[in-house]
């Protein structure tokens, strides 16, 4: 049975750039949910989604944006790209109504550098 | 603005002592406590948590201690084994959003 898997491991773009990062759920999960994690940081909530909708949304701009496909995987989209975006981008799956945060599965995520 | 907050980045402690982690928050609407634990290229993983109304969870070698009053909880590794490096993220939770601290890395020398 596979975790979470994200694609690409590795990214690197220039500035000013759009970017779309991907995550496949763990087998029987049904909700998605990306974090940015900066250097020094700890991971930061930046939306979920279930149902092919965004549920919830953290403290993040437009320019982040996302989906969610009928078979549960889902994007991350980021849009004019700023320095201050080079993080690894984690996405984390859960069967919706699971105990909080315990049932969280996370992928390795794609490490962002942007120049 | 961190409202989770691990205030000691690393951590070193022999083999079969005792490793304690510390975390402190500000938000007093936090339900749920939990700490993951992070190897190098991997995700974080789930290791123990605590609801907001309880004040100790054990499980095995490891226990969460959560003081209320104090804002403040902690992770208490007994024995420590050298497969417990890692990094340690405190999160907490309130309305199903998770806000995680900054992490200790730990390193258990053998």
């Known amino acids: 049975d596979a975790g979470v898997t994200q694609s690409p491991t590795h990214l690197i773009k220039t500035r000013g750039q759009q970017v779309t990062l991907r995550c496949s759920p763990k087998s029987g999960h049904d909700t998605v949910s990306w974090y940015q994690q900066a250097l020094g940081q700890g991971p930061q909530f930046i939306f979920q989604y279930y149902e092919e909708e965004e549920r919830q949304r953290g403290n993040f701009p437009d320019r982040f944006s996302g989906h969610q496909f009928p078979n549960y995987s889902s994007e991350l989209n980021v849009n004019a790209l700023l320095l201050g975006d080079s993080a690894l981008y984690l996405c984390?799956?859960?069967?919706?109504?699971?105990?909080?945060?315990?049932?969280?599965?996370f992928g390795p995520g794609t490490r962002l550098t942007v120049l | 603005d961190q409202q989770v907050k691990q205030n000691s980045p690393s951590l070193s402690v022999q083999e079969g002592r005792i490793s304690i982690l510390n975390c402190d928050y500000t938000n007093s609407m936090f339900d749920y406590f939990l700490w993951y634990k992070k190897y190098p290229a991997e995700g974080p993983t789930f290791l123990i948590s605590i609801s907001s109304i309880k004040d100790k969870n054990e499980d095995g070698r490891f226990t969460v201690f959560l003081n209320k009053s104090a804002k403040h909880l902690s992770l208490h590794i007994v024995p420590s084994q050298p497969g417990d490096s890692a990094v340690y993220f405190c999160?907490?939770?309130?309305?199903?959003?998770?806000?995680f601290g900054t992490g200790t890395s730990l390193t258990v020398i053998p």
């Open positions: 984390a799956s859960t069967p919706y109504g699971a105990r909080v945060g315990v049932e969280q599965f």
């Open positions: 999160a907490a939770s309130a309305f199903n959003q998770f806000y």
